[in-house]
């Protein structure tokens, strides 16, 4: 199909993605951010923030597995899980396939939840389980001001380190997860491209590592994210990715408990000896 709407995201200076628009469906200004929604006809609808891609029907599932199971699985049933951003609901209802006690998800802009309501239901009903508690407002300070502690886990699904969501990526706000993560708990959060990002995760690593004994990241597909890979960054006191998970998880599409985990080598190579 060829349109006259085009949407274009750059990369780097030299590439990017483009998708045919078939029809805009949401267009809105928040206190934070432009939010926009569009259909395509292969990835179906897809959810703008701010001119960046951050999930389309088709391939949103690459993400939110990868960025939940691989640590939730390490953990009972019954856990408290803390999400951090996530407001379009995919990573909240991965969560709750693992059976969690409670769900604390803190989400800075209610106009992305809503949004997601209208545009993304398969998703965004997630938030309607009753083990569910939404707080809208800022993260960081949750965190810091610890309002709430005991965490068994704690995901950090946030947009580029980069506007409202620079200081979930700083020293300070590491510091303040491990005074709110239970002793044995798992922290992990999105961290970028591997391949353009690559200082920005070996950093982030170098940080971590300052505070959690065990420190690991690892890749996968999405395919509407820079290069089609992305990068996790788990940490730990008592955990490793490469311990026995202590289920399978049903209905996921990417995801199975038979996959190893791995970063890039010359992230390896970064980070060796720190």
């Known amino acids: 199909m060829v349109t006259d709407l085009i949407?274009?995201?750059?990369?780097?200076?030299?590439?990017?993605i483009f998708l045919n628009v078939k029809e805009y469906l949401h267009r809105s200004k928040s206190k934070f951010q432009q939010i926009e929604v569009f259909e395509n006809e292969t990835f179906g609808k897809v959810l703008i923030l701010d001119g960046v891609v951050m999930l389309s029907e088709r391939d949103e599932h690459y993400y939110h597995e990868m960025l939940v199971h691989p640590a939730l699985t390490l953990l009972d049933e019954g856990m408290k899980v803390l999400i951090i951003g996530g407001g379009d609901g995919g990573t909240l209802r991965q969560v709750l396939k693992h059976n969690p006690s409670s769900v604390t998800i803190v989400e800075i802009d209610e106009d992305v939840i809503n949004v997601?309501?209208?545009?993304?239901?398969?998703?965004?009903?997630?938030?309607?389980?009753?083990?569910?508690?939404?707080?809208?407002?800022?993260?960081?300070?949750?965190?810091?001001?610890?309002?709430?502690?005991?965490?068994?886990?704690?995901?950090?699904?946030?947009?580029d380190p980069v506007g409202p969501a620079e200081d979930l990526f700083s020293p300070e706000f590491y510091k303040a997860i491990t005074e709110i993560i239970s002793e044995n708990g798992v922290f992990v959060t999105q961290s970028e491209s591997?391949?353009?990002?690559?200082k920005f995760i070996v950093n982030l690593i170098k940080q971590l590592k300052t505070l959690f004994n065990n420190v690991e990241n690892y890749i996968g597909p999405v395919p509407l994210y820079p290069a089609g890979i992305w990068s996790y960054t788990f940490a730990s006191n008592k955990y490793t990715l490469s311990m026995h998970q202590k289920r399978e998880?049903?209905?996921?599409?990417?995801?199975?408990?038979?996959?190893?985990?791995?970063?890039?080598?010359?992230?390896?190579?970064?980070?060796s000896g720190c």
Do not use: Q
């Not at 949407?7 to 990017?16: A, D, K, T, V």
């Not at 508690?133 to 810091?144: L, R, S």
């Not at 990417?254 to 980070?271: A, G, P, Q, V, W």
């Open 116 to 159: 997601s309501r209208k545009y993304f239901p398969l998703l965004a009903s997630s938030f309607d389980d009753k083990r569910v508690k939404t707080i809208i407002g800022d993260g960081v300070e949750f965190v810091k001001k610890k309002k709430e502690s005991g965490f068994d886990a704690v995901i950090v699904d946030s947009t």
């Open 249 to 271: 998880i049903p209905g996921t599409r990417f995801y199975h408990n038979r996959m190893s985990f791995t970063t890039s080598k010359e992230i390896l190579d970064e980070i």
């Open 7 to 16: 949407y274009r995201e750059l990369h780097s200076p030299h590439s990017g």
């Open 194 to 198: 591997p391949l353009f990002d690559k």
